[in-house]
């Protein structure tokens, strides 16, 4: 905590923190010691929890920092994701881009436990993915930065915002304007894509690149012929459609800027991937944000960082009479 001036400011913050607030004007914001006082090894007991599940899950920090993403972008980061489904209320855990591809819940359940019982209601779920998310890529070899927390959870589910999220078969307008419409730039779309520098992809998200690009019955012409003969290797064209590829090939788990070099020599995964080089529109917009991030590991680490706290403060909800935290990451209170 920074050194206050006077003893006056001091009290202020105290007490701030006692009751975990945010100093600060009138809006509702975020900030990185509101469980310093009310829960101060919140960190260390998520990242323990990870550690653990690690050993028997190589890939569940990519996992968590998907999550993380696809909460915020539905309803704001209100740990809308983690509802199950109850009668009135589908949960965004089962629409199309989350089905059968969205995981690691088990392991959020894991750590909601171990909260509870060292500091019972008071981490919200909401924060509990932030924390993962950034601890995941610490321990994955990426940048570390101060979380922002304070986020309540909502008590709805919004299946069909999930519906919007950002798809593989994106092109870059559409990508643009989906980030854009959370207040997220060129260089936040091109920075948090890099999270697709770690992590699994099923072969359906390919097939059509590899054999039949936007109905042409041709492979897409923007994907290297080497790395296409690989993957068509790996899914053949009537082969299973959830087969699982490493999203970065050359370093599948490790937080790196490969997935910029990738792009650079046409080896995106995905569509939405390549998009962001490739696209004749990507001229003089996120191709040039692709190349410094290619060229320097240490640029990406820092726009990765300020990205995923943009990422992080996307409508937080901090008003107990619309929010709670809950007690489950699976039901409201
Ligand atoms: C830009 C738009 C994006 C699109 C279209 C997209 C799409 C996808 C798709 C289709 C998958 C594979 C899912 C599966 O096979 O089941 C995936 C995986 C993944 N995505 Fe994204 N994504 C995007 C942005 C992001 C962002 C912003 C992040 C995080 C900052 C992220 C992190 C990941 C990770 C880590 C995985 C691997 C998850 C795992 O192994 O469980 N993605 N993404
Ligand atoms: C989600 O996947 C499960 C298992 O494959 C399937 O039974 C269910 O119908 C799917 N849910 C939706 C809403 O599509
Ligand atoms: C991008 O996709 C949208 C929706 O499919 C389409 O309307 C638009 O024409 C596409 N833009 C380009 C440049 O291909
Ligand atoms: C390729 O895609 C087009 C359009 O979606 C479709 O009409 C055609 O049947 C597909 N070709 C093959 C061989 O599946």
Known sequence: MAASSSPLAAAVVVAAAVVGLCVGGGEAQLCEDYY??????AYDIVRRVLIEAQKSDTRIFASLI????????VQGCDAS??????SGMQSEKESPPNNNSARGFDVVDN?????????????SCADLLALAAEISVELSGGPGWGVLLGRLDGKTSNFDGSLDLPAPTDNLTVLQGKFLKLNLNDVDLVALSGGHTFGRVQCQFVTDRLYNFSGTNQPDPTLDATYRAFLSQRCPQNGPPAALNDLDPTTPDTFDNNYYTNIEVN????????ELKSSPLAQGTTAPIVDGFA??????????AQSMINMGNIAPLTDPSVGEVRTSCRRVN
Not at 267 to 274: A, K, N, T, V, Y
Not at 295 to 304: C, M
């Open 36 to 41: 310093d006082c009310t829960c101060p090894d």
């Open 66 to 73: 998907r999550l993380h993403f696809h909460d915020c972008f």
């Open 81 to 86: 994701l983690l509802l199950d489904t109850v």
């Open 111 to 123: 750590v909601k436990a171990a909260l509870e019982d060292a500091c019972p209601g008071v981490i």
């Open 267 to 274: 080896r995106g995964f995905l569509q939405s991937d390549q």
């Open 295 to 304: 060229t320097s590991q240490a640029a990406f680490f820092t726009s990765f």
